[in-house]
């Protein structure tokens, strides 16, 4: 089931838009959401200072609203229409693997930046994102940080093979200027002439553990660069309840086996950390 914006006459400031600015397409997955932190989304979405074409939303809630009825999302899908920016939601229990490859189709846009429903980017993320696309870039991610810590790390690392090092360098927000990455985190824009429907791993489960993982990394076998703005700052609120990732535990399991294949069909050995037991005898006499 589809319901979409009905305004049918944009305004001559829309069409100017449109005319204008790369034509980008922003993605966002959600699951029970309607009343937490998918409003925040949205509005950061709209608000950018450069304007995706249009936003698609995958609903695949287990009790479904049509959010035109409601009157938050009223004023939002509003705003949307104000600033330019067509609107569509589309129904379904499948998960965000599947909807994020039906993405690939579903959109308009030469570029899809895909925003997950807990994240909340600044103002000029995507501007800074397409301010850093190349004509080799693939891909561009900027950092994803959680506001309840504001820690640095030395050793963060975007390389694969640090991959179970748990210290991902988009996560700490020290890290300036653009450089490049062995996979994205999270939220990112990308060329969609670059990419396959089966960069998007056919195996995972509904919750798509390291899909996001799997789906960089593929592109960036297939030759094309992928980079991090340090610049672009988007916020990882990461609500308790709701969320696409919410599963059983055999989902996790499950994505982390195929994970696991994966990463020993393209020859990585994963670094993971030693634990150290110093005995210096007993204690006491």
Known sequence: MLFRSVATNPTAKSVELNEQRPQISAVVCTRNRYDSILPLCISAIVNQTLKPKELIIYDDSDEKRDLRKMPLYENLFAMCLQQGVV???????TGQVDAHRRSIVDSTGD?????????????????????TMTDLTGAVGGLVIDPKFMGASSIASSKMEDIYLGLNEQWFKGKTGVFPV????????????????????????????????????????????????????????????????????????????????????????????????????????
């Open 87 to 93: 609107w569509k939601v589309l129904f379904g229990n």
């Open 111 to 131: 570029f899809i930046w895909r925003v997950d429903d807990d994240c909340i980017p600044e103002a000029n993320v995507l501007q800074e994102l397409m301010d």
């Open 182 to 285: 062995d996979h994205l985190y999270s939220t990112f824009v990308y060329r969609k002439s670059a990419v396959k429907p089966e960069f998007y791993h056919y195996g995972l489960s509904r919750i798509g553990h390291r899909e996001e993982t799997i789906f960089t990394y593929k592109l960036k076998r297939a030759g094309w660069k992928l980079l991090c703005n340090g610049g672009a700052i988007t916020w990882h609120l990461r609500h308790p309840s709701g969320g696409i990732r919410l599963g059983q535990p055999e989902m996790w399991a499950k994505d982390e086996q195929i994970f696991t294949g994966l990463l020993q069909d393209w020859g990585i050995t994963p670094k993971r950390w030693k634990v150290i037991v110093l005995d210096n005898g007993k204690i006491g006499r």
